[in-house]
């Protein structure tokens, strides 16, 4: 199942075609997909810009061509003599923010077109390494079984960091090949899985949905609004400036009326939801 499935689902079950997602999740993983409709698919891309956590396990021993277990594998290798510390040496490596290269089976666009169908036709595609932060990368268990080496690993990482790659990497450094067997996301930005629901609960209707506020105070820091205040935002005028270059959500009671940046020393909206009436 891709992430676009889930989003005719919802569609169905929200009644509505103005349905998006907060960044796809590859159709081997699990987890949250975070779901934005109607009005709310306007908050979608601040979403999409938070860190997530992931879990996921790391095959040490084989490496394939999609850098996960769907791929066809293009090489094996000895991991007899691969120890834990060696393992957590190169993990360690990959720690805060370095320069990455991104799967080739991939999302990216490459001249117009998404690396994975590059590949699929046959294409060779190497893409060019980016930034990206890994603020957590722990091992949570390490198996050793038959040919391979199997680690469990927690990762909370800058959006557009791809698992597959650490996978990749880690194999590669240690010169055995490297792939990701499965993939699970815990947590998108302020949502974790605690908020999700089934799949099963959103085909059945059995659900209810969190209210603008309540993701605008999730995602940013809020800003309450005097009665006047309401009014110029929903002109569209500036208020004064906010206490820091972060966005802002301008909430007055339960309503979300606009995110605010600083700009040229006023908090200016980059987005209105309340017009003026």
Not at 45 to 72: F, M, P, R, S, W
Not at 118 to 147: H, M, N, P, Y
Not at 208 to 218: I, K
């Amino acid at each position: 199942m891709t992430s676009h499935d889930v989003v005719a689902i919802a569609r169905r079950a929200l009644g509505t075609r103005k349905v998006g997602h907060a960044g796809t999740l590859d159709p081997m993983a699990t987890g949250i997909l975070v779901l934005g409709f109607n009005n709310g698919t306007r908050l979608l891309q601040y979403i999409t810009n938070g860190d997530k956590t992931y879990e996921a396990t790391v095959v040490l021993g084989a490496a394939t061509v999609t850098d996960d277990v769907e791929g066809e594998v293009i090489s094996r290798a000895d991991v007899s003599a691969i120890t834990d510390a060696q393992i957590e040496a190169e993990m360690a490596k990959m720690r805060g923010t370095i320069m990455q290269r991104p799967s080739s089976v991939s999302a990216v666009k490459v001249d117009g077109e998404r690396a994975y169908d590059r590949v699929r036709a046959g294409e060779s595609v190497e893409l060019a390494a980016r930034e990206v932060t890994i603020s957590q990368l722990d091992i949570k268990d390490v198996r050793r079984i038959e040919s391979a080496i199997e680690v469990d690993i927690e990762v909370t990482c800058s959006a557009g960091t791809f698992i597959r790659a650490i996978a990749r990497d880690c194999g590669n450094a240690l010169a055995v090949g490297g792939h990701l067997n499965s993939l699970r996301r815990t947590r998108v930005a302020g949502f974790g899985l605690d908020k999700s629901i089934s799949l099963t609960a959103l085909k059945a209707g059995e659900f209810s949905t969190l209210g603008l506020v309540d993701v605008a105070r999730t995602t940013f820091s809020a800003r309450e609004l005097a009665l006047d205040e309401v009014n110029e935002l929903s002109f569209g005028r500036p208020l004064s400036a906010n206490p820091d270059e972060a966005i802002y959500a301008a909430i007055s009671g339960q309503d979300l009326i606009a995110l605010l940046c600083n700009k040229d020393g006023l908090a200016k909206p980059i987005a209105v939801f309340a017009a003026a009436n």
